[in-house]
Structure formats: C-alpha cells, structure tokens
C-alpha cells in the first residue's frame, strides 16, 4: 500500500521510533511542534477515526498514554497536547490514522488554538437533540442504547 506511515511503520521509510507494542507505534515527528513531538499510529492501515477498527483505536490510545508518561519523565515537559485530525478540512495531511503526542511547557510558542463562539440554552438544546435524533441506523441505535436513552 502506497503509505507514508505504513511504510514508516514496516521499517522501510526510516523514523525514529520511540515505541513498539503489539498494535501501535510511536515515532518522532519530522517537524516537531516541541522537542519530543511523537505520532502513534496503528499497525493496521485505516485514514482516519471513521474508518479504524475500535481494537486499533483502543490499542492505540493506551500507547498513547504510555508514550506521554515517557515523553514527560524524559524530557520533563509540563503539559501534553494529544492532537487527532480527521479529513483534509480538520488539517489532516498523512492519510494513516495517527495522534499527535506534543509535549508543553508555560510559555512555549505553540499555539493550538481555535475562536470560542456565543451560544444559548436554545441553541445548545437544538444541537443536542439534533445529535441525538433517534434514527434507525444501527450506530444511532447504539448510542442511544449507551445513553440509557433506549
Ligand atoms: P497531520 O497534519 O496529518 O495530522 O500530521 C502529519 C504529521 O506527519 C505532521 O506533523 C508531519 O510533520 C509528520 N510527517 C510528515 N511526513 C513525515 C515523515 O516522513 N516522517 C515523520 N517522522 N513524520 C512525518
Ligand atoms: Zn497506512
């Protein structure tokens, strides 16, 4: 398959790799946003959340949270951005799920940031019960199920 982080993750594009576990792998990125900026990514091919198994995404967060604990006894970091973008519209640029480790201290020039926008009680309802709609697709079905809603 032609992709970049499955060939990162075969060995046949070199990385630096941090972190191997039986599904997920952590590596630097190549253009950190801090010293220390990992990716971990699942061993199994998908481009992004939609489309990944829930065993790949389940593997691949508890890597995650390994991978920061390292990332913050090693380089001895403040804080850690976790940073998972899906789709071209959400600036995902690498078409292989991947999240992004970022270490963070006070002060530090990484921005991550985006407008905080006015609401209302009326608007916020309107969005609930529009993400909540009950409809006959399955995944609908279990979430509602999982909400005590059903
Ligand atoms: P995205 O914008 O898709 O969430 O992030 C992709 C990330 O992959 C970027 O932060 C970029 O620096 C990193 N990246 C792109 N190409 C390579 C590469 O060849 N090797 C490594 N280690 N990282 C890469
Ligand atoms: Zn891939």
Redesign the pocket.
Known sequence: ?D?L??KIISGEIPSKKIYEDASSVGFLDINPANPGHTLVVPKR?SENIFDADDESLKGAIVAVKKVTSMIKERTGCQGVNIVQNNGKAAGQIVS?VHFHVIPRNQGDSVVISYPRKQTDEKELDDMASKLTRKKSAALDEEIMREMGRL
């Open positions: 398959m992709c982080f499955c091919h292989h």
